[in-house]
């Protein structure tokens, strides 16, 4: 029988397990995807990702939300477990998880992070691109293999919705809030510890990291929230909080 679907934060529950990486992906130069941000508990334990959208608002997904007050945002990271100068240790002051985020289904999972600041560059993320990617953190295996603990990255196609929603893959899970990426042949793919970070193409943002059954199941490809379906409710959040002249 299939085993049953996963999301993708890195467990918090054993503090001494080695972070791994993103699946059949590749080291990309060092500091060379300035969006995107390790989501850690206080006691800086990597467990999911994020991307900035401006230099206050972090975009995650809404299975990674385990309160405000035990979040350390880290951006500007490359590796988990050296020093480099660049870090920024950032403590949220607000977390929205979308109001109808489902746990059990996994629909809507997205959530928005406030932040007082970053002198991090968001705009890398709305620049011309060619291909899609997904980057972060995660298992660079579905058995977890050890490797020093550096952002990957990896280089993924959409899959129809009409495939991926198939009797041969999920079966109706998928909801027109979500899109899949990956290939027939398995083998790439985003992995437990990845949950939250973008999967960008042609320059834009297209998905968030949400979950899956395994990681780079041929399959069974990775699933991940659609951000065009939530752009209203992103913007009339941030506006709200702006007009409203919250100081965070």
């Known amino acids: ?3 049953p679907p996963t999301q993708r ?3 918090t529950t054993f503090p001494e397990r080695t972070m791994e990486r993103i699946v059949g992906g590749y080291a990309p130069v060092p500091h060379s995807i300035k969006y995107i941000v390790s989501i850690q508990t206080r006691d800086r ?3 999911c990702g994020g991307f900035l959208i ?3 608002w972090i975009v995650s997904a809404a299975h990674c939300n385990i309160g405000v007050h035990k979040m350390l945002i880290v951006a500007g990271d490359y590796s988990l477990t050296i020093y480099e100068g660049t870090e920024q240790e950032i403590l949220p002051h607000l977390v929205v998880p979308h109001p109808a985020y489902n746990s059990t289904t996994n629909n809507s999972d997205i959530m928005l992070i406030k932040v007082r600041n970053t002198n991090c560059q968001p705009s890398s993320v709305f620049t011309k691109g060619r291909v899609c990617r997904v980057s972060g953190w995660g ?3 579905p058995s977890g293999s050890q490797i020093p603990s550096t952002l990957r990255t990896v280089k993924l196609p959409i899959i129809s919705s009409g ?4 009797s041969e893959s999920f079966n109706g899970s998928i909801t027109e809030n979500m899109l899949c ?3 027939s042949i398995g083998g790439k793919d985003a992995c437990q510890g990845d949950s939250g970070g973008p999967l960008v193409c042609d320059g834009r943002v297209y998905g968030v990291v949400s979950w899956g059954r395994g990681c780079a199941d041929a399959q069974f490809p990775g699933v991940y929230t659609a951000v065009s379906k939530f752009r209203r409710w992103i913007d009339n959040t941030i506006f709200s909080y702006y007009s409203r002249c919250n100081k965070f």
């Open 1 to 3: 029988c299939n085993s």
């Open 139 to 141: 298992y660079t295996s």
């Open 9 to 11: 934060e890195q467990s």
């Open 163 to 166: 495939k991926c929603n198939s």
């Open 181 to 183: 990426a990956g290939y």
């Open 54 to 56: 401006n230099k206050y």
């Open 45 to 47: 334990q990597h467990f």
